[in-house]
């Protein structure tokens, strides 16, 4: 204001004098002052614009960054009371794809140390493998994030096969070992860009701790639960998944049958070939029970060489279906030790069925273990089943008929 004031004054002094020259000079340099005044004005308030437009991105970044911040402590916060590693991936499944909308992904996590990484989520498009070996990944080698852009001299994650587009692997890391990897992919031809990438390592170190955990609770779980020979469950567990079964199959109707299995001559045979031998038996045995169950079914090692099959939803007769294809399985089976072939094996195998044998597990165990016994009393290699007052009937095999 002052400004304009002295260039009026400066204006009408000139005129006021009298002198004509002097008056044209003042009206020429009041019209400078007045196209510098707006050039002024012009300029800041472009300068204005610019600020309140750089004001207006950092205010979105910061809003974004504020939502990055509140979904991440969302994300931890339902991880830390997940029960799995599949509820963590119902959690984790939810949550990715929003924190990292600007790219497609994967999240693998390995079982234990030397398995292999199995695919747990997936978004944005992305076909990526189902498992691979940690080998197979720079990030689990090296222990850091580790990019691949095709244009420069960057080297790709054998896992990627032969996927050409820019990505980044960012490992999870407890206790010093890598043991899931998140992986991001551009969805375009671009390289990642510097938020996805770092948004994703952040996760990376975030998740390594919530889904470490889970994975050790889990492992600790397993080892209370299965026999550490053979990977069956162990008779603890036997105990509360029947009692569970039987509880299901009286509410719904169902049959639950039982196939309680010996390995013939076992002590002999390991007197003979010695405890690793024995082992190894047993092993292959445990093998053959996976392969034969379904994913309902509960195979447990019962003890020593003894080992019990629950088959929910199984009535008598599919439960000696079942027990036949185990019992020539085994037969069949080769077990080889340092190289060289072991003695054929061959197994005895008893059923009982609820609720035609028994409606409590204690009942239902005693009729299977005595139709065991007799089959083994009857020359071994063969399936009995018991009936309903406690007698045994002798299935001979489906090839010879019924006797």
């Known amino acids: 204001m002052s400004t304009l004031v002295a260039a009026d004054s400066l204006a009408n002094w000139p005129i006021a004098s009298g002198s ?8 020429a340099g009041s019209a400078l002052i007045s196209v510098l005044l707006v050039i002024v004005c012009l300029a800041q308030r472009a300068g204005r614009r610019s600020t309140e437009a750089a004001l207006r991105g950092t205010i979105a970044k910061q809003s974004e960054r504020l939502e990055e911040i509140l979904a991440t402590s969302k ?9 799995s590693l599949t509820e963590a991936n119902r959690v984790i499944r939810g949550a990715l794809p929003r924190l990292l909308r600007d790219a497609a992904g994967a999240f693998y996590v390995s079982r ?31 222990g850091r994030p580790h990019p691949y852009e095709p244009d420069r001299s960057s080297v790709p994650c054998q896992h990627l096969g032969s996927a050409t587009r820019a990505c980044l692997c960012a490992p999870l890391v407890a206790d010093g070992h890598a043991f899931a990897v998140l992986h ?7 390289p990642v860009s510097a938020d996805v990438q770092r948004v994703a390592a952040a996760l990376a170190d975030q998740l390594s701790l919530a889904v470490g955990n889970l994975r050790l609770q889990e492992t600790l779980r397993s080892g209370s639960e299965r026999d550490p020979l053979t990977d069956l469950y162990n008779r603890r567990h036997l105990e509360i998944s029947l009692h569970r079964e039987l ?6 109707g169902h049959a639950v049958s ?9 002590k002999e045979f390991n007197d003979t070939h010695g405890h690793d031998a024995g082992d190894a038996v047993l092993r292959e045995v445990a093998e053959v029970l996976k ?4 994913a309902e079914d509960i195979a447990c090692r019962y003890g020593g060489e003894e080992f019990l099959l629950v088959l929910p939803s199984c009535s008598l007769d599919d439960a000696y279906a079942k027990a036949e294809a185990i019992r020539e399985a085994i037969a069949q089976r080769r077990v080889f030790m340092h190289g060289n072939a072991l003695p054929r094996i061959t197994a005895s195998l008893g059923i009982a069925s609820h609720p035609l044998h028994g409606e409590r597990l204690e009942e239902l165990i005693s009729c299977a273990d005595a139709a065991l016994y007799q089959a083994k009393a009857s020359g071994r290699n063969r399936i009995i089943a018991s009936s309903p007052p406690g007698d045994v009937v002798l299935f001979e095999h489906k090839s010879r008929g019924a006797g």
Do not use: N
């Open 20 to 27: 004509t020259g002097y008056g044209r000079a003042a009206l």
């Open 75 to 83: 994300l931890m916060e339902l991880l830390q009371v997940c029960h």
């Open 112 to 142: 234990g140390p030397e398995s292999a990484l199995e695919l747990q989520v997936s978004w944005g498009g992305l076909t990526p493998a189902q498992s691979f070996a940690s080998e197979d990944c720079w990030a689990l080698r090296r």
């Open 184 to 190: 991001v992919q551009s969805p375009s031809g671009e």
């Open 247 to 252: 509880a299901r199959a009286q509410r719904h």
């Open 258 to 266: 039982l196939v309680m299995l010996d390995v013939d001559h076992f």
């Open 291 to 294: 392969r034969h169950s379904r």
